[in-house]
Every structure is written in structure tokens, then in C-alpha cells.
């Protein structure tokens, strides 16, 4: 459900079975210092996961000083899964929309929710950027969001939990855009080899999981706004 932030341009609270993000956006009057001078804008995204989010509390990256690997794979994920549905060109000049995904709750699959909740939250920052005479169109070329899939126990499963995910033979994360076409895979067998029929079984179910969450991203941002 939209999350209406009084501070963040766009926010969403998406929730995923026991899996539960805080997704916001920012819209910022600068890009990074490769980009100036090129006229285009930018999207980009951070992940974090609060200490009691799982099971055993996990230390905060910030007390580490540095983002964690997996912290920083994901928000690269989320980034340019992004990015393939933005008109860079359309986002008012040299700004920067920077989404912010924190996990509260994790019952697995937080990626593949993060991708799928932080769209709506940048939707929801671009509706708004429009309203404000920022935009002068939605910068936005088409919808996308992400499923997990993998094979427990012989059996291809859609959206894992935890307690699947933990032995999964095979774990895999799938993003497609509203089209129907893949934006980024992500595979490996856990435990067992899989096969071609196996793969396309899962991106099979992956596509009926992400048809149906794009309904919904359409139902909340365009049909009931």
C-alpha cells in the first residue's frame, strides 16, 4: 500500500507475504560528477536491512563503516533494473532520483520485493515531480517487478519464505518489465544441476507471479489514484 511519507518525494510500505520494505524516493537537483555536463538524468538506489529485520539481529553496516557486499550487489540490482524503464532525457535536466529500500522485515525474497516496491515509489515521485512543473511528461517508458522461484523438494515454488529459500535446490530471481520481457536473471542450483525444461518452467511461473504484481502496481498508481 502507498506509505505516505511527509518527507520523501515518493514512499511506499510494500509488503510480500512476512516480508515488509520501506521504499522512498528523493528527487535531487544534481547528478554525480560523471554525468555533469551530459544532460541526462540519473537513477540510483540503496538497500539496507534494520539489525531485527531477521531471526538473529544483524550488526548495522554503519557501525562497520562500509556497505556489506550483499547490501551492495542488491542496490546495484535495484539501480539498473530501474534504469531500463526510465527515459533518462525526461527527468527535468541533470537531477537524480534516488530510492531508498529498507527492509523491516525479511521472510526472504527482499530483492526481487525491492525492485518491485521502489518502482512504485519512484512512480509516485515522478507523478508527483509532474504536478510540480519539474517534468514536463512521465519519464517513465514502462512498469517492472520481481519474483523469486526456485525447486523444493522436486516442486518449481513461486515467491520463496525463508524456510523455502534455506533448501531450495535450486534459488533463482527473475525482474521483466510490464512487456513481458526479462531484465535481469539470476540463477544457481543450491544443491542440485537443473535443466533447460526446469529453467523455462520456472521463468514460466516467474512471468505469471510478475503479470500479476504489475496489476496491482497499476491498480494502486493509475486506476484508484
Not at 162 to 168: I, K, L, R, T, V
Request: charged share 25%; hydrophobic share 40%.
Amino acid at each position: 500500500m502507498l506509505f505516505r511519507s511527509p518527507h520523501a518525494e515518493g514512499s511506499v510500505l510494500f509488503t510480500q507475504g512476512n516480508t515488509k520494505i520501506i521504499c522512498t524516493a528523493t528527487f535531487e537537483t544534481r547528478v554525480p560528477a560523471w554525468r555533469r555536463g551530459s544532460g541526462l538524468g540519473w537513477v540510483t538506489a540503496e538497500y539496507a536491512m534494520l539489525p531485527r529485520a531477521t531471526v538473529v539481529r544483524t550488526k548495522r553496516e554503519s557501525s562497520q563503516g562500509r556497505v556489506c557486499g550483499r547490501s551492495h550487489e542488491i542496490q546495484r540490482l535495484i539501480g539498473r533494473s530501474l534504469r531500463s524503464v526510465v527515459d533518462l532525457k525526461q527527468l527535468g535536466g541533470e537531477n537524480t532520483i534516488r530510492l531508498d529500500c529498507d527492509v523491516i522485515c525479511a521472510d526472504g525474497s527482499t530483492r526481487a520485493a525491492s525492485v518491485t516496491g521502489s518502482f512504485i515509489a519512484l512512480y509516485d515521485c515522478c507523478s508527483k515531480m509532474i504536478e510540480a512543473g519539474k517534468f514536463k511528461e512521465m519519464p517513465l517508458t514502462d512498469f517492472i517487478a520481481a519474483v523469486s522461484v526456485g525447486i523444493v523438494d522436486g516442486v518449481p515454488c513461486l515467491d520463496l519464505d525463508y524456510s523455502e529459500d534455506s533448501h531450495a535446490d535450486v534459488d533463482m530471481n527473475v525482474i521483466m518489465n510490464g512487456s513481458g520481457s526479462l531484465v535481469e536473471l539470476q540463477g544457481a542450483a543450491e544443491r542440485n544441476a537443473f535443466t533447460r525444461d526446469q529453467l523455462e518452467e520456472l521463468i514460466d511461473l516467474s512471468e505469471a507471479g510478475i503479470k500479476r504484481l504489475i496489476e496491482l502496481q497499476r491498480s494502486i498508481l493509475i486506476e484508484n489514484r
